[in-house]
């Protein structure tokens, strides 16, 4: 069997020759397997994977892509319906990163890998053990207990299953706490032997449940009886020519990598999809800072990571990968003894020892790095967590001053290990009302929405726009302290918005499905969907539809308010905390515009979770519509009319937009918001749902198209809408962002609720500003045409309003 990665010899041909072992089964498996020798009285011989990352450096795009490519056949044989409830369980120490890559692969599972690191204060919630390891103890320490607590499918990914004695134990530990009907085994190869095969059927039947294996490659290993023996004999044979050291000269050097706060380095305490969208957007950054500090001219270089810690410095690998012209690999440290054998046949050419350094459980101990010595690596990338950067990592023996024997050039990358926070006593004894609910407030059915706001809907809170504006621009009010008087719309006006929901429902069905499967993919299995008073709650809605029409889930979905410059109903996220775990929470909005609500959000969450210590709310925020490019889920960034924009209440549950107002809101309550049950006669709401939901079948392959299309983009935010805003701004004269609205639905919002002053409209622009140019011709407001614009429009509000500056009428005058 040949090989390339040892100068064309197969890697195992050394131990096959002198054990007599045999590797039989798929002709892929030499390209996957090496063998190698260990001192281990219950398994003498070692199966080396080349594409795993552990004891052989490899491309980090073939040790993810690997991974990645078995999370897409895990996903295909769940279905949408199975993978939506599915965990991925991946096991240390070896498959921590295979495990990830799996996940990532897969979609929308969260992921956990089981570790030998006990951590105080986090509860156990199981624990196995792993008959021919090194170090055989499991733990598995969720920061969430009800991680593993579903009956959805668990996915349990090894890098090899070979007697399924680790898989039997897993099982039979968590399926007495938690028993489900479905697990999938995901190993690079199935090596079991026919009796080992059926011994997992009569297991899988005995506790009725179905366990699938998925695997790169399947064979078997043949061993001779007397294989211990012999392998014993030779370890001692060669044992003696170990890791023969040479004299230190390499620099070591830190590079700070800016790792995101709050982000996990790892699935030990678990990494939810939202874990893996906030380490995507930061991956760039940080793999810039690591091609940075590499020394000029670097042709080869390593970077390794440290035990179970592999999936960071893998990821980080990958991007370094991407953009430096260097041949990049990736490997990682072990505590797992291998014989070194300086020969082609054998998988194992070189080791280096150290001493371990993360203080571990079961004491001290020796640690090693495989074939990085006599590699000739131009540097070195050591990734470790802040655990393990202790004085035993620095010094004489230690893993830096062995690496600096190999490599001129050794770098230093710190990653926080992620210690999850114990629960925060409550300082809150106030005990927070139920959200409200139609039909006593809004004319939504109840199951669609809650309402985490109090009914202001006896006070009287309305003022003429031009009263509102004024007072808002003096500096006299803030927007959030009364309501505009509520458009009522003409026969012409309701005209023009069936016709766009007519001409738009399709669109509007695509948008939702492709934001909602991206929802359920990268952020959580089972999001909590939280709507922004008002636009985002009838894309809430719709969302939770979607979910219904294409997984069978019924989502929780609630409102809340959000007011810029006073940022989120605090209130309303402590509710929220109480009741869900704020991981599982997705914020939605309609649309963007320049982008200020996400930067409220993002704001005002950071300085929650500092003042109460609650953590876990993402403040990426789903949008229907991102023309701005400030987001990175959203179902598209063309800026089209969505017709819940026409219209104010009476498209959106007949409730008003949301109240912040010093006399009315306390600190222990909501936000405010009415209901307008007087205009029930107009009301559209339900109509708007029904028409967009009636869509959902007919798109359903294009909202799977678009997914698949939008997985393989770079969605990075490029806050162009927030750069235009600014130069239109300059351009006209304004000087304030906030007074320049851009996108449909922020231009409507302008025409309904404030005082306009133009309204600028891109050349060319058709049936998807009918509405705007009959709003902007009844209260008498120029729209100019503009060549290069990258909205549809954009809506500017009077920058020197005074009453003076329109007519009595309310109709703009220029000035």
């Given at each position: 069997?040949?090989?390339?990665?040892?100068?064309?010899?197969?890697?195992?041909?050394?131990?096959?020759?002198?054990?007599?072992?045999?590797?039989?089964?798929?002709?892929?498996?030499?390209?996957?397997?090496?063998?190698?020798?260990?001192?281990?009285?219950?398994?003498?011989?070692?199966?080396?994977?080349?594409?795993?990352?552990?004891?052989?450096?490899?491309?980090?795009?073939?040790?993810?892509?690997?991974?990645?490519?078995?999370?897409?056949?895990?996903?295909?044989?769940?279905?949408?319906?199975?993978?939506?409830?599915?965990?991925?369980?991946?096991?240390?120490?070896?498959?921590?990163?295979?495990?990830?890559?799996?996940?990532?692969?897969?979609?929308?599972?969260?992921?956990?890998?089981?570790?030998?690191?006990?951590?105080?204060?986090?509860?156990?919630?199981?624990?196995?053990?792993?008959?021919?390891?090194?170090?055989?103890?499991?733990?598995?320490?969720?920061?969430?207990?009800?991680?593993?607590?579903?009956?959805?499918?668990?996915?349990?990914?090894?890098?090899?299953?070979?007697?399924?004695?680790?898989?039997?134990?897993?099982?039979?530990?968590?399926?007495?706490?938690?028993?489900?009907?479905?697990?999938?085994?995901?190993?690079?190869?199935?090596?079991?032997?026919?009796?080992?095969?059926?011994?997992?059927?009569?297991?899988?039947?005995?506790?009725?449940?179905?366990?699938?294996?998925?695997?790169?490659?399947?064979?078997?290993?043949?061993?001779?009886?007397?294989?211990?023996?012999?392998?014993?004999?030779?370890?001692?044979?060669?044992?003696?020519?170990?890791?023969?050291?040479?004299?230190?000269?390499?620099?070591?050097?830190?590079?700070?990598?800016?790792?995101?706060?709050?982000?996990?380095?790892?699935?030990?305490?678990?990494?939810?999809?939202?874990?893996?969208?906030?380490?995507?957007?930061?991956?760039?950054?940080?793999?810039?800072?690591?091609?940075?500090?590499?020394?000029?001219?670097?042709?080869?270089?390593?970077?390794?990571?440290?035990?179970?810690?592999?999936?960071?410095?893998?990821?980080?690998?990958?991007?370094?990968?991407?953009?430096?012209?260097?041949?990049?690999?990736?490997?990682?440290?072990?505590?797992?003894?291998?014989?070194?054998?300086?020969?082609?046949?054998?998988?194992?050419?070189?080791?280096?020892?150290?001493?371990?350094?993360?203080?571990?459980?079961?004491?001290?101990?020796?640690?090693?790095?495989?074939?990085?010595?006599?590699?000739?690596?131009?540097?070195?990338?050591?990734?470790?967590?802040?655990?393990?950067?202790?004085?035993?990592?620095?010094?004489?023996?230690?893993?830096?001053?062995?690496?600096?024997?190999?490599?001129?050039?050794?770098?230093?990358?710190?990653?926080?290990?992620?210690?999850?926070?114990?629960?925060?006593?409550?300082?809150?004894?106030?005990?927070?009302?139920?959200?409200?609910?139609?039909?006593?407030?809004?004319?939504?059915?109840?199951?669609?929405?809650?309402?985490?706001?109090?009914?202001?809907?006896?006070?009287?809170?309305?003022?003429?726009?031009?009263?509102?504006?004024?007072?808002?621009?003096?500096?006299?009010?803030?927007?959030?302290?009364?309501?505009?008087?509520?458009?009522?719309?003409?026969?012409?006006?309701?005209?023009?918005?069936?016709?766009?929901?007519?001409?738009?429902?399709?669109?509007?069905?695509?948008?939702?499905?492709?934001?909602?499967?991206?929802?359920?993919?990268?952020?959580?299995?089972?999001?909590?969907?939280?709507?922004?008073?008002?636009?985002?709650?009838?894309?809430?809605?719709?969302?939770?539809?979607?979910?219904?029409?294409?997984?069978?889930?019924?989502?929780p979905h609630y409102a809340v308010s959000i007011v810029r410059g006073r940022g989120i109903d605090a209130n309303a996220l402590r509710w929220l905390a109480a009741h869900h775990d704020p991981r599982d929470v997705v914020f939605v909005d309609g649309w963007t515009g320049k982008g200020a609500i996400t930067r409220e959000l993002t704001q005002a969450?950071?300085?929650?979770?500092?003042?109460?210590?609650?953590?876990?709310?993402?403040?990426?925020?789903?949008?229907?519509?991102?023309?701005?490019?400030?987001?990175?889920?959203?179902?598209?960034?063309?800026?089209?009319?969505?017709?819940?924009?026409?219209?104010?209440?009476?498209?959106?549950?007949?409730?008003?937009?949301?109240?912040?107002?010093?006399?009315?809101?306390?600190?222990?309550?909501?936000?405010?918001?009415?209901?307008?049950?007087?205009?029930?006669?107009?009301?559209?709401?339900?109509?708007?749902?029904?028409?967009?939901?009636?869509?959902?079948?007919?798109?359903?392959?294009?909202?799977?198209?678009?997914?698949?299309?939008?997985?393989?983009?770079?969605?990075?935010?490029?806050?162009?809408?927030?750069?235009?805003?600014?130069?239109?701004?300059?351009?006209?004269?304004?000087?304030?962002?906030?007074?320049?609205?851009?996108?449909?639905?922020?231009?409507?919002?302008?025409?309904?609720?404030?005082?306009?002053?133009?309204?600028?409209?891109?050349?060319?622009?058709?049936?998807?500003?009918?509405?705007?140019?009959?709003?902007?011709?009844?209260?008498?407001?120029?729209?100019?045409?503009?060549?290069?614009?990258?909205?549809?429009?954009?809506?500017?509000?009077?920058?020197?309003?005074?009453?003076?500056?329109?007519?009595?009428?309310?109709?703009?005058?220029?000035?």
């Amino acid at each position: 069997m040949k090989n390339a990665v040892n100068d064309g010899v197969w890697s195992g041909s050394w131990v096959a020759e002198r054990l007599g072992v045999e590797l039989e089964g798929d002709d892929g498996l030499p390209a996957l397997l090496g063998l190698a020798l260990r001192r281990n009285p219950k398994r003498a011989h070692l199966l080396v994977s080349h594409v795993l990352g552990k004891h052989v450096p490899q491309s980090p795009s073939v040790v993810y892509g690997h991974g990645f490519r078995l999370g897409r056949r895990v996903r295909a044989l769940l279905g949408d319906t199975g993978a939506a409830a599915a965990v991925v369980l991946g096991y240390a120490e070896t498959a921590t990163a295979l495990g990830h890559s799996v996940a990532d692969g897969f979609g929308p599972a969260p992921y956990l890998h089981s570790t030998r690191r006990p951590v105080p204060g986090v509860a156990r919630a199981g624990g196995f053990e792993e008959s021919h390891s090194h170090a055989t103890s499991h733990l598995l320490l969720p920061e969430d207990p009800a991680l593993l607590s579903g009956d959805g499918p668990l996915v349990l990914v090894d890098d090899e299953f070979s007697t399924g004695n680790t898989v039997l134990n897993t099982i039979r530990d968590l399926h007495a706490r938690h028993p489900r009907g479905r697990y999938v085994v995901v190993a690079l190869v199935d090596m079991r032997s026919a009796e080992d095969t059926a011994r997992l059927r009569r297991f899988a039947a005995g506790i009725g449940a179905r366990v699938d294996v998925v695997a790169v490659a399947s064979g078997t290993v043949r061993l001779p009886e007397d294989v211990l023996a012999r392998g014993r004999e030779l370890v001692a044979r060669h044992e003696s020519a170990q890791d023969v050291p040479g004299p230190p000269h390499g620099r070591v050097a830190r590079v700070d990598l800016r790792w995101p706060p709050g982000l996990p380095d790892g699935g030990r305490h678990g990494f939810t999809p939202a874990h893996r969208a906030r380490l995507e957007s930061a991956l760039p950054a940080m793999g810039a800072r690591l091609a940075e500090a590499l020394p000029a001219g670097a042709r080869r270089v390593l970077v390794l990571g440290c035990e179970e810690l592999m999936y960071a410095p893998l990821r980080l690998a990958r991007e370094l990968e991407q953009i430096v012209p260097a041949q990049v690999r990736f490997s990682t440290t072990t505590r797992s003894p291998v014989l070194a054998v300086d020969d082609p046949g054998y998988a194992i050419r070189t080791r280096l020892v150290f001493p371990a350094h993360d203080d571990p459980a079961d004491g001290p101990g020796d640690r090693y790095a495989y074939n990085v010595a006599g590699a000739a690596f131009d540097a070195v990338v050591a990734v470790v967590d802040s655990a393990a950067d202790t004085p035993a990592l620095h010094g004489p023996g230690g893993l830096l001053d062995r690496l600096a024997a190999h490599s001129p050039h050794v770098l230093l990358a710190v990653v926080p290990a992620h210690v999850p926070a114990p629960p925060a006593p409550s300082e809150r004894p106030v005990m927070l009302p139920d959200p409200l609910r139609g039909p006593a407030f809004s004319s939504y059915p109840p199951e669609e929405v809650g309402w985490l706001l109090q009914d202001l809907s006896d006070v009287a809170l309305e003022a003429p726009a031009e009263e509102r504006e004024e007072a808002v621009q003096s500096g006299g009010a803030h927007y959030a302290e009364s309501l505009p008087v509520e458009y009522q719309p003409s026969e012409q006006y309701q005209g023009l918005f069936r016709t766009a929901l007519d001409a738009s429902a399709a669109r509007l069905a695509r948008a939702v499905g492709v934001v909602t499967e991206t929802v359920v993919a990268e952020r959580s299995p089972r999001p909590v969907l939280v709507s922004l008073a008002r636009a985002g709650t009838p894309v809430g809605v719709l969302m939770r539809r979607w979910a219904r029409f294409r997984h069978g889930l019924e989502l929780p979905h609630y409102a809340v308010s959000i007011v810029r410059g006073r940022g989120i109903d605090a209130n309303a996220l402590r509710w929220l905390a109480a009741h869900h775990d704020p991981r599982d929470v997705v914020f939605v909005d309609g649309w963007t515009g320049k982008g200020a609500i996400t930067r409220e959000l993002t704001q005002a969450l950071a300085e929650f979770e500092e003042r109460e210590g609650v953590t876990g709310f993402d403040p990426e925020i789903a949008v229907l519509a991102d023309p701005g490019s400030c987001v990175r889920t959203y179902g598209t960034r063309e800026d089209f009319l969505i017709p819940s924009a026409c219209l104010n209440s009476t498209v959106s549950g007949l409730v008003s937009r949301t109240v912040l107002r010093a006399d009315l809101v306390g600190p222990d309550d909501y936000h405010g918001a009415k209901f307008y049950r007087e205009l029930a006669g107009a009301d559209v709401s339900v109509a708007f749902l029904d028409a967009v939901s009636a869509r959902f079948p007919e798109v359903t392959d294009t909202v799977d198209a678009a997914v698949e299309e939008l997985t393989a983009q770079d969605r990075t935010p490029t806050w162009a809408g927030w750069r235009a805003v600014e130069r239109i701004s300059e351009e006209y004269g304004i000087h304030d962002v906030n007074l320049v609205k851009p996108g449909v639905g922020e231009t409507t919002r302008v025409l309904l609720r404030r005082v306009p002053w133009k309204i600028l409209a891109r050349a060319g622009a058709g049936a998807d500003l009918d509405h705007v140019r009959l709003l902007a011709a009844q209260r008498g407001v120029p729209v100019e045409e503009v060549g290069e614009l990258p909205y549809t429009c954009v809506g500017l509000i009077h920058p020197r309003y005074t009453r003076g500056a329109t007519g009595a009428d309310g109709r703009a005058v220029n000035v």
